[in-house]
């Protein structure tokens, strides 16, 4: 998978930022934005809008881990994570953040290409995930539109759950929309007429 990726990159040495902005190119990416500490990063991905961040960890002013959940605050963007030395305490704290690839320095350009080979794999796995879900969340929403609107026609129609259900597709199908846009008209009439009911 050759895409080219918009990365931003953050670190306050100044040879790690030149380091990475050598490497990324001849891995085929784009470096769009480069920050000397965490609110910078945050600050300049708001318009660089990156695809992957590469961060360290440790800077001064707000620090790798703050600045990446500060920014996927705003929509999700994968994060490789780089520290000078291996840190419990950091992993610890990683939690359910968007840390994709975690590597230590000195980085390798092969490093580099795997961690954020994995990192996107991660990436698009987690995101068809969020979306799978979403989508099962929407589909019960939807059902539960459409059960009450079949209710409504059972009661006020005196018919069965059968025949309800196919008069909500026949009107469905006659008007071109969706079973549960017509559900949701249903519902709508209904509230108009408890409120007439009431006057």
Same mark, same amino acid.
Do not use: W
């Given at each position: 998978?050759?895409?080219?990726?918009?990365?931003?990159?953050?670190?306050?040495?100044?040879?790690?930022?030149?380091?990475?902005?050598?490497?990324?190119?001849?891995?085929?990416?784009?470096?769009?934005?480069?920050?000397?500490?965490?609110? %910078?990063? $945050? /600050?300049?991905? @708001? &318009?660089?809008?990156?695809?992957?961040? *590469?961060?360290?960890? +440790?800077?001064?002013?707000?620090?790798?881990?703050?600045?990446?959940?500060?920014?996927?605050?705003?929509?999700?963007?994968?994060?490789?994570?780089?520290?000078?030395?291996?840190?419990?305490?950091?992993?610890?704290?990683?939690?359910?953040?968007?840390?994709?690839?975690?590597?230590?320095?000195?980085?390798?350009?092969?490093?580099?290409?795997?961690?954020?080979?994995?990192?996107?794999?991660?990436?698009?796995?987690?995101?068809?995930?969020?979306? %799978?879900? $979403? /989508?099962?969340? @929407? &589909?019960?929403?939807?059902?539960?539109? *459409?059960?009450?609107? +079949?209710?409504?026609?059972?009661?006020?129609?005196?018919?069965?759950?059968?025949?309800?259900?196919?008069?909500?597709?026949?009107?469905?199908?006659?008007?071109?929309?969706?079973?549960?846009?017509?559900?949701?008209?249903?519902?709508?009439?209904?509230?108009?007429?408890?409120?007439?009911?009431?006057?």
């Amino acid at each position: 998978m050759n895409t080219t990726l918009r990365v931003a990159i953050a670190d306050d040495d100044a040879n790690m930022r030149e380091y990475l902005q050598e490497v990324l190119p001849r891995l085929g990416h784009e470096v769009v934005t480069t920050a000397e500490n965490g609110r %910078e990063l $945050a /600050d300049r991905c @708001q &318009a660089a809008h990156p695809d992957l961040i *590469i961060t360290d960890i +440790k800077m001064p002013d707000c620090d790798g881990l703050e600045a990446a959940a500060t920014i996927n605050q705003k929509g999700p963007i994968p994060v490789i994570l780089v520290s000078g030395h291996h840190d419990d305490e950091i992993l610890n704290r990683l939690g359910p953040t968007p840390v994709l690839a975690y590597l230590i320095k000195p980085i390798t350009q092969a490093h580099l290409k795997t961690a954020i080979t994995l990192a996107m794999v991660r990436f698009r796995h987690f995101q068809a995930l969020s979306k %799978e879900a $979403a /989508d099962l969340r @929407q &589909a019960l929403e939807d059902r539960k539109v *459409i059960e009450r609107a +079949k209710g409504i026609l059972m009661r006020r129609m005196s018919v069965d759950e059968e025949e309800a259900f196919r008069r909500l597709r026949m009107l469905a199908s006659s008007q071109n929309l969706k079973l549960v846009e017509i559900g949701r008209k249903v519902l709508a009439a209904e509230d108009i007429f408890l409120q007439l009911d009431k006057t």
